[in-house]
């Protein structure tokens, strides 16, 4: 069982930034593809970013591609979305996912419990 806690989620100016971190527990978090996805009031959860465990396989929803990059510290266990020039359509729980997948579209087995986003215009 992988345990995903994430964090950093708030409120902000559209415009403004924000650093979410997901706090993984497994022992070989390094063999983890990780992924961050999201989902507003209404609509369904979509996927914006991953990595692969070799830090490769950077892939990004088109919409987020510019502003958004996913980093990961296997030292640490966590994975970071840095968040720029956030727009209200941001606005969503943001999910970090693991899973054992190497290949593009990546699958994931684990799920953290969200942190919510709130982009204000």
């Known amino acids: 069982q992988v345990q995903l806690v994430e964090s950093g989620g708030g409120l902000v100016q559209a415009g403004g930034s924000l650093r979410l971190s997901c706090a993984a527990s497994?022992?070989?978090?390094?063999?983890?593809?990780m992924g961050w996805f999201r989902q507003a009031p209404g609509k369904e959860r979509e996927f914006v970013a991953s990595?692969?465990?070799?830090?490769?396989?950077?892939y990004y929803v088109d919409s987020v591609k510019g502003r958004f990059t996913i980093s990961r510290d296997n030292a640490k266990n966590t994975v970071y979305l840095q968040m720029n020039s956030l727009k209200p359509e941001d606005t969503a729980v943001y999910y970090c996912?693991?899973?054992?997948?190497?290949?593009?579209?990546?699958?994931?087995?684990?799920w953290g419990q969200g942190t919510q986003v709130t982009v204000s215009s």
């Open positions: 990595v692969r465990w070799s830090a490769d396989g950077l």
């Open positions: 497994a022992r070989t978090f390094s063999s983890y593809t």
């Open positions: 996912a693991a899973g054992l997948s190497s290949k593009w579209p990546f699958k994931y087995d684990y």
